[in-house]
């Protein structure tokens, strides 16, 4: 599967989640208009496939970061950790 962005050139990888989610915005405003032909609709399409593959990849790795930033103490009250607690 080729990750590449067709405008930037860049590895999509490479995008910030902003830059990701205005492509995956710009390919929906593309589809939605309707004055696409058919390859370039499923071109777009399965751009915004990988687009939206990497956006939940980026939330699901922010959330885990959240979920190791607040640990339950033995009150079951929440408490967060210190990046030194962490080693990070």
């Known amino acids: ?19 990701a989610l205005k492509k995956l ?12 032909g058919l390859e370039d609709s499923i071109r777009v399409y399965e751009e915004g496939i990988k687009y939206s593959d990497y956006l ?18 033995n009150d079951g009250i929440q408490a967060s950790l210190s990046t030194e607690q962490l080693n990070l």
């Open 56 to 73: 939940i990849k980026k939330l699901n790795s922010a959330e885990k970061k959240v979920e190791e930033l607040t640990v339950k103490n």
């Open 1 to 19: 599967m080729n990750t590449e962005d067709k405008d930037t050139g860049k590895n999509i990888n490479a995008l910030t989640f902003e830059e």
């Open 25 to 36: 915005e710009e390919n929906v405003l593309s589809l939605e208009k309707g004055d696409l």
